[in-house]
């Protein structure tokens, strides 16, 4: 789908879309109970490690654990979602990760920490595949005029998700223990496989499946780096979800766990003030782009430039987070950071749906992952291991605040260059 087509196509609001699209609303009702559960899981593992060990950089390694498993599986994942129905792969990765869930609830003392880490591996290794294929899946069952409503609301219902599934994670962590968030994202993952059971997608594989020789995928996937080779616009789009999360979001995730735990502790092992600051964060991620669409639409031009002023907001809500001068500051600055983390995603997201072919989509999109992946994996580690030095949170907050800088003067000149 080209720019052109798109801007001359009259939107579809969000509300008849999800009347209207059956496909759509499946698929986004198998999301919003995942990710209910998806958020659960995470304030109760991290707090679980945190117990266990009392160590910054266990805490740390767990948050590179979840990013290095998806971006080792990429080269793989990608040539799946372009080779097999990619409807099928959301319901077989659902399916699998319920029963890798239930694992957790063997994690008991400080010794099975390392079973913990290995569940998760093979739990974001699954979901490695599913993202991906999830993205790909969007122009397939919607129409023109409804993808930029359809990646809009997907990106605000993951961050409201994230709000509510949060803000519950915490609670119910904080209140009754960690083992049942562990529960519940189990049944959430059966629930979301029954929901995209229900979704009926009529185009086929774009890719040859016939030769399953590794060979053949290798090939395969170098023609989707090659693509990204030759198309230099489409590769400064898609690393922009690696340069946000390595300056911007999941080195702050450490950070939180390590603020609930040592500087504003509420509830059991600080799992209520962990739960509202991943909840501020998804209430930021959900209104950044919702409001910030209704000034760009979806024109190419606007959305580049919202992605500008999202890494300033972004480094803004670092700057009022860095003195930790209140928990209530502290929330405010991340509600701040995520609204401009979230303008980055969803409008980076965006314009590759619109400029991306099919055939090539789900490669494009598990490459994204894979750099998103390791940027994560690379900022939770420094930010872990900085924690435990002499630069303390604080410290290590400013400096993130400092170099986020960086991203935005970049994308702002590269910007105003192309559109000269």
């Known amino acids: ?35 209910l559960g998806d958020w659960f899981n995470l304030i109760a593992s991290a707090a679980l490690v945190g117990m266990l060990t009392q160590s910054g950089l266990a805490i740390g390694s767990l ?41 957790f609830l063997l994690v008991r003392q400080p010794g099975d920490v390392w079973l913990l880490y290995t569940l998760t591996a093979v739990q974001l290794a699954l979901s490695g595949f599913f993202f991906p294929a999830r ?21 605000a219902t993951w961050s409201v998700m994230l709000a509510l599934g949060a803000a519950l994670g915490g609670l119910v962590s904080g209140t009754w223990g960690i083992y049942p968030a562990f529960v519940i994202d189990g049944i959430t993952f059966l629930l979301s496989a029954l929901f995209i ?24 996937y170098v023609d989707g780096l090659r693509y990204l080779r030759q198309h230099t616009d489409v590769l400064a789009v898609a690393v922009q979800k690696g340069i946000n999360s390595l300056f911007l979001s999941s080195g702050f995730q450490v950070l939180q766990v390590a603020i609930a735990q040592d500087v504003f502790v509420i509830g ?81 997201t965006q314009l590759l749906l619109q400029s991306v072919p099919g055939q090539v989509r789900g490669r494009v999109f598990a490459m994204e992952f894979a750099i998103f992946y390791l940027a994560s994996a690379a900022a939770s580690s420094l930010v ?37």
């Open 1 to 35: 789908m080209t720019t052109q087509a798109q801007a001359n196509t009259p939107a579809v609001g969000y509300v008849a879309l999800v009347r209207g699209n059956g496909n759509f609303r499946n698929l986004w009702l198998g999301q919003i109970v995942s990710l």
């Open 135 to 155: 993205n790909a899946i969007l122009p397939d069952i919607t129409r023109a005029d409804e993808l930029g409503a359809a990646n809009a609301l997907s990106s």
């Open 197 to 220: 059971w229900q979704v009926r997608v009529h185009s086929k594989p774009s890719l040859d499946a016939s030769d399953k020789s590794v060979a053949a995928a290798v090939g395969q």
């Open 63 to 103: 948050f590179v654990v979840r990013m290095l498993a998806p971006f080792l599986i990429s080269p793989i994942a990608g040539v799946v979602a372009d080779r097999y129905n990619r409807k099928h792969i959301l319901i077989a990765a659902d399916l699998v990760r319920a029963a890798v869930v239930f694992g």
């Open 268 to 348: 059991e092992g600080g799992g209520v003030s962990l739960g509202l600051m991943f909840a501020l964060a998804g209430v930021g991620t959900g209104i950044g782009p919702i409001l910030a669409r209704k000034y760009t639409g979806d024109s190419n031009r606007a959305l580049r430039w919202a992605i500008a002023l999202g890494y300033l907001i972004g480094g803004l809500g670092m700057v009022l987070t860095a003195p930790l001068i209140s928990f209530g500051a502290v929330l405010l600055g991340t509600a701040l950071r995520g609204i401009g983390g979230g303008m980055i995603w969803v409008f980076s």
């Open 384 to 420: 872990g291991a900085g924690v435990d030095t002499g630069l303390g949170i604080s410290g290590v907050i400013w400096w993130m605040a400092g170099l986020s800088l960086i991203p935005a003067g970049l994308w702002t000149l590269y910007v105003w260059r192309k559109q000269k």
